[in-house]
T-cell receptor, first 113, second 112 residues
Framework: GAGVSQSPRYKVAKRGQDVALRCDPI?????LFWYQQALGQGPEFLTY????????KSGLPSDRFFAERPEGSVSTLKIQRTQQEDSAVYLC???????????FGPGTRLTVT | SQQGEEDPQALSIQEGENATMNCSYK?????LQWYRQNSGRGLVHLIL?????REKHSGRLRVTLDTSKKSSSLLITASRAADTASYFC????????????FGEGTQLTVNP
């Protein structure tokens, strides 16, 4: 595809619900990243995949957050039992490989009510 | 973590003027990247400068890197209203792997 796509673009969840956010990276990009961006802040790193391997998940804020990329392309970020503090924009990025620029998707704006 | 801190937090200029934003970081880096974010186009990569480079140009953008002072600057020349956005630096630390750590950014407003 032309760029990184994410779905849904907007998600409203009631507190306690589970949500799943999808990322379609640029075709052929080996690396995939998830970031969380709160209002007025810069993006904060959540997790990183190289192909299907999750090499770094040190940024996931709690065990309610889980990410997978089973076939090394599409990735899903799942948040269980959502809390109000999970409200943020979730950004996905992909890159060709190590130490190169990252291409970001438009993000999913999650609002937990 | 290897977080960049942008300065100033906000900058307002007139169209045609130059805009300079600064970034400071704390530990040794492999490279430093600058990104722009606006509501229309999301977060977009602007330029990457490696630790062995001192200056890099791309169109109206000029980036400098001073590893001895652990700082970088982004200069936008002949600014346009369309340059209105938040600008983030993202230093990639030698030990941080591929993760990028963004600061709070500089909010640039270019007035027509």
């Amino acid at each position: 595809g032309a760029g990184v796509s994410q779905s849904p673009r907007y998600k409203v969840a009631k507190r306690g619900q589970d949500v799943a956010l999808r990322c379609d990276p640029i075709s052929g990009h080996v690396s995939l990243f998830w970031y969380q961006q709160a209002l007025g802040q810069g993006p904060e790193f959540l997790t990183y995949f190289q192909n299907e391997a999750q090499l770094d998940k040190s940024g996931l804020p709690s065990d309610r957050f889980f990410a997978e990329r089973p076939e090394g392309s599409v990735s899903t970020l799942k948040i269980q039992r959502t809390q109000q503090e999970d409200s943020a924009v979730y950004l996905c990025a992909s890159s060709l490989g190590y130490t190169v620029e990252q291409y970001f998707g438009p993000g999913t704006r999650l609002t937990v009510t | 973590s290897q977080q960049g801190e942008e300065d100033p937090q906000a900058l307002s200029i007139q169209e045609g003027e130059n805009a300079t934003m600064n970034c400071s970081y704390k530990t040794s880096i492999n490279n430093l990247q600058w990104y722009r974010q606006n509501s229309g186009r999301g977060l977009v990569h602007l330029i990457l400068i490696r630790s062995n480079e001192r200056e890099k140009h791309s169109g109206r953008l000029r980036v400098t890197l001073d590893t001895s002072k652990k700082s970088s600057s982004l200069l936008i020349t002949a600014s346009r209203a369309a340059d209105t956005a938040s600008y983030f630096c993202a230093p990639e630390g030698e030990t941080s792997g591929s993760r990028l750590t963004f600061g709070e950014g500089t909010q640039l407003t270019v007035n027509p």
